[in-house]
């Protein structure tokens, strides 16, 4: 199984970015997804997550009402798009898959990791 991240990039505060990930080597909707970040001198924590239909989703506290968390099992793909970017939203951000009935917001439940993306906010 390989996931793959993009989209990560330089932004300024208050705009926008979408991070995709596609999963390749298994049929994606067996798959609970989730987006994890690591901000410089961090641990890694999660920021959304989303069950395999898409039925059930989470959001850390500080991605409510900022980042959407999406998947098109169609296209083997899961989203994340992040508006109102702030400076402290800078950070390595990783999409994993999980077997998980549901979904998890612990990272020791995801079987695969994307390589990361970088995201940057400026001030």
């Known amino acids: 199984v390989q996931l793959q991240a993009s989209g990560g990039g330089l932004v300024q505060a208050g705009g926008s970015l979408r991070l995709s990930c596609v999963v390749s080597?298994?049929?994606?909707?067996?798959?609970?997804m989730g987006w994890f970040r690591q901000a410089p001198g961090k641990e890694r924590d999660v920021v959304a997550a989303i069950s395999r239909g898409g039925d059930r989703i989470y959001y850390t506290d500080s991605a409510k009402g900022r980042f959407t968390i999406s998947r098109d099992n169609a296209k083997n793909t899961v989203y994340l798009q992040m508006i109102s970017l702030k400076p402290e939203d800078t950070a390595i951000y990783y999409c994993?898959?999980?077997?998980?009935?549901?979904?998890?917001?612990?990272?020791?439940?995801?079987?695969?990791w994307g390589q990361g993306t970088l995201v940057t906010v400026s001030s």
């Open positions: 994993a898959a999980t077997s998980s009935v549901g979904f998890s917001t612990s990272e020791i439940r995801y079987d695969y």
């Open positions: 080597g298994r049929t994606f909707s067996t798959f609970a």
